[in-house]
């Protein structure tokens, strides 16, 4: 007989003029690992903050049975002191606080109200050990890396008695290297009878750590795929995500390339802080009308930081090295200079620096070229409505209006209205930091088409990814950055994993 640590029935969730969810059904085994697919927006994230009592019962219809008994939580607390912990996309950790003290904050270790703080670093350092963490308990949240900083939140979840581990994303601000510790942890647990719940875009992820694995599409269940005793592939995945079969992940290309448009020679920034370290190296690149230009590398490689710095640097100190558009030097101090110089950078934190959450989608896609709205220093209302809501069409962006808060959007969606602010402001060049990331396959596909698109207009491209099948997928040419330095330049067509990995990893000589 199948042992249900976890079930929930027609689970239905409404927002005003959005019906979330729609009869919802999801039975989880105890102890195993059960993955949630679905495209962006499908409801995922909704069904599990109604599970953990983000959405308190009786905001919802339908039930949760959990451990054979009917469950109606009114809140987190109420959920975690049933043994159900929910990990976010975005961590909530507080940066200038201990490890120790986010471990159990608001789970004080205290004798007669007074926080023991020896037995507080001492059971942190057990917790840590049992998620493969070496930092001392005391170290700040802000001195450790993302991945580290996962694991303090498993390890927090672990302080609370969990039973079931919800984790949303968990890989997706990751690289290899975490993730597949990250993994080995979730196994680790599973052996030691957690049962965990995964959200994931990451197929070949799901394939490697699930036990069986649910597809929700436009707010309903399709079905529940057991991965062990059926031979499920990622296309088939696929196919009951976006409810079609993709025949190519990437769509097809016919390249047009013109003439120069962007090349940075002899780029050289130092860190902000650490005046001596140079993050960028000497970097020479170039970029064409109608072409599709990647730079790969290694977390820490200096992508991010080159990025930054080309775009009215925004990053680093010291910065030198000559910038030429269309073939004459140019000045962009400022991100004002870069963006009156065509240069525009869609930053790969799209919710921290590269959208204004609290406000609409209106105020966001017009935000970049304002002036292109005005009338004697005035913003022209009607013309912004006309032009947000023809961007809102064309991006298939998926709100019933472009008065929605641009926070209420699923990743996908957020992603393109960070597309459509700078395709509004119409520039020359597009640097794409990461522009895929936390999003669907379903999602990718129309970003993908995007790209394609703004470069049949001319627009010379530039996008970084940590995804080498990306970067191979969609670009003409591929650059390869180690320790801050161009170590390779590779044609498409000549181009594949080991050879970008090999100039990924050169050493400084």
């Known amino acids: 007989m199948t042992d249900h640590i976890l079930e929930m029935v027609n689970i239905t969730k409404t927002f005003p003029g959005v019906k979330a969810l729609q009869d919802v059904n999801l039975s989880v085994e105890r102890g195993e690992v059960h993955a949630i697919c679905g495209e962006n927006g499908a409801g995922k994230s909704t069904l599990m903050k109604v599970l953990s009592g983000v959405y308190p019962h009786g905001s919802y219809e339908g039930d949760i049975i959990y451990e054979g008994r009917p469950a109606s939580f009114s809140g987190i607390r109420d959920s975690e002191k049933s043994g159900i912990v929910i990990i976010h996309q975005e ?4 940066p200038y606080l201990s490890i120790a003290e986010n471990i159990f904050l608001g789970n004080e270790q205290q004798k007669h109200g007074i926080i023991d703080w020896n037995a507080t670093n001492l059971e942190a350092a057990k917790l840590l050990s049992r998620v493969g963490l070496s ?29 079931v581990l919800i984790l949303d994303e968990p890989t997706a601000a990751l690289n290899d290297e975490d993730s597949a510790h990250l993994l080995d942890l979730l196994r680790g647990l599973r052996e030691h009878g957690i049962t965990c719940i995964i959200i994931s875009h990451k197929l070949n992820e799901i ?117 030429y558009k269309n073939g004459k030097p140019v000045t962009a101090r400022t991100v004002r200079q870069a963006i009156d110089h065509g ?119 530039i996008v970084i990814s940590s995804e080498l099948p990306e970067l191979l997928g969609i670009c003409d040419r591929i650059y390869a950055l180690s320790a801050g330095r161009i170590t390779g330049e590779v044609d498409v067509h000549e181009a594949h994993p080991e050879k970008l990995m090999q100039y990924m990893t050169m050493e400084k000589e």
């Open 91 to 94: 961590l909530a950790l507080s």
């Open 207 to 323: 394939k490697a750590i699930a036990d069986r694995v649910t597809i929700i599409r436009d707010g309903r269940t399709i079905e529940t795929l057991d991965l062990d005793a059926d031979e499920i592939s990622e296309e088939r995945i696929i196919r009951g995500m976006v409810g079609r079969d993709l025949q190519s992940r990437y769509p097809d290309r016919t390249p047009d390339i013109g003439e120069e448009v962007l090349r940075v020679e002899d780029w050289t920034v130092q860190h902000p802080l650490e005046h001596s370290r140079k993050v960028v190296d000497g970097a020479n690149l170039y970029v064409r009308a109608g072409e599709v230009v990647g730079i790969a590398g290694l977390m820490g490689a200096g992508r991010t930081e080159l990025a930054m710095s080309i775009f009215g640097r925004s990053y680093g100190h010291n910065i030198t090295g000559t910038l």
């Open 343 to 461: 240069i525009a950078y869609a930053t790969e934190d799209r919710k921290r620096y590269g959208l204004n959450l609290i406000d609409d989608i209106k105020r966001n896609i017009s935000g970049a070229a304002l002036e292109k709205l005005a009338k004697s220093g005035w913003v022209d209302a009607n013309r912004e409505q006309v032009v947000a809501n023809d961007y809102r069409k064309s991006m298939r962006i998926k709100a019933p209006n472009v008065g929605v808060i641009t926070g209420k959007l699923s990743g996908g969606n957020q992603q393109k209205v960070v597309l459509s602010k700078w395709m509004f402001a119409d520039p020359d060049v597009l640097i794409l930091d990461e522009p895929t990331r936390g999003i669907d396959v379903g999602a990718k596909y129309e970003i993908y088409s995007i790209i394609n698109t703004l470069a049949g207009e001319g627009k010379a491209i």
């Open 135 to 163: 930092e001392n308990p005391v170290t700040k949240i802000t001195d450790i890396g993302v991945g580290k900083q996962q694991l303090v939140e498993i390890a927090k979840a672990l302080s609370k008695d969990v039973r």
